[in-house]
């Protein structure tokens, strides 16, 4: 990739639960357009370092993050998303018993960028399109969807905030191959609309051939970083992550 300016710089984040340094002084950047994919073993601390920057559901202990240019750890959630940070969530967060349309609608409405109720439901549906969910299931209930549309509705609601860094974690989890192959098209069309990512996943394959560099870490410490086929044979990443697979 041609180097550009980080449009996201995360320095020195650290999270602790009692005696429990879950994320250790974990720094990184990502440059507008880039994909850096985090890997790691169960408990490694990728969702907590997630949880930490987003501050959902907890701060940092410490740390700074610069967000084109201007520090923003101090900020709410809300006033991150409104910055341009979005996330979304190993489970899919919906509300159930609202149609897939007004999920994305709450998002939209969060923003102010509509205005009248009828451009706040077009900017919802475009979001919609945008993640590839059918037309013909905008009303249905969240509820009565599967699970891959859920996520759909999901993904949709964080793009409906118009970010510029999108947060996504593990959103391979409990999909199909076909499902996963849909997945991987809509991350690099998302990259292609101008979003950098973040995207913690298990599934080596997605996450190998998507990412432009891979970040991998073990007991809440970056232990490696670097291009993704490097990254994979770093012996380090074998044994912590890989060889606990295998």
Same mark, same amino acid.
């Given at each position: ?15 602790? !639960? ?6 250790? &002084?974990?720094?990184? *950047? ?18 907590? #370092?997630? +949880? ?5 559901? !907890? ?11 201007? =520090?923003?750890?101090?900020?709410? @959630? ?10 979304? !969530? ?12 007004? +999920? ?8 102010? $960028?509509?205005?009248?109720? $009828? $451009? ?6 475009? @979001? ?15 509820? +009565? /969807? ?14 409906? /905030? ?6 996504? &974690?593990?959103? *391979? ?30 599934? /080596?394959?997605? #996450? ?10 073990? =007991? ?25 697979? *295998?």
């Amino acid at each position: 990739m041609t180097p550009h300016a980080p449009i996201l710089t995360v320095s020195g984040v650290t999270k602790s !639960f009692g005696s429990l340094r879950a994320v250790d &002084d974990v720094s990184f *950047a990502i440059a507008p357009r880039e994909i850096l994919g985090i890997a790691g073993p169960n408990g490694s601390g990728k969702s907590t #370092l997630f +949880n930490a920057i987003t501050r959902i559901p !907890f701060a940092m202990d410490s740390g700074t993050v610069v967000l084109e240019g201007a =520090q923003v750890q101090g900020l709410s @959630a809300h006033q991150l998303a409104a910055r341009g940070l979005a996330r979304t !969530f190993q489970r899919e967060a919906v509300f159930p018993t609202l149609s897939a349309v007004d +999920n994305v609608l709450l998002s939209v409405e969060q923003t102010g $960028r509509g205005g009248s109720f $009828r $451009r706040n439901v077009l900017l919802a549906e475009q @979001a919609l399109d945008i993640v590839g969910f059918p037309a013909t299931l905008h009303n249905w209930a969240a509820a +009565n /969807l599967p699970v891959f549309l859920r996520k759909l509705v999901m993904i949709a609601g964080a793009i409906a /905030l118009d970010p510029k860094v999108l947060l996504m &974690d593990e959103p *391979a989890s409990s999909l199909t191959p076909t499902e996963i192959d849909r997945l991987r098209g809509l991350i690099l069309h998302l990259r292609q609309m101008g979003l950098a990512i973040l995207l913690i996943e298990h599934v /080596l394959e997605l #996450l190998t051939g998507v990412s432009d560099r891979l970040m991998v870490l073990d =007991q809440g410490r970056v232990i490696a970083m670097g291009d993704p086929s490097e990254v994979v044979r770093n012996p380090q990443v074998i044994e912590a992550y890989l060889g606990a697979a *295998a």
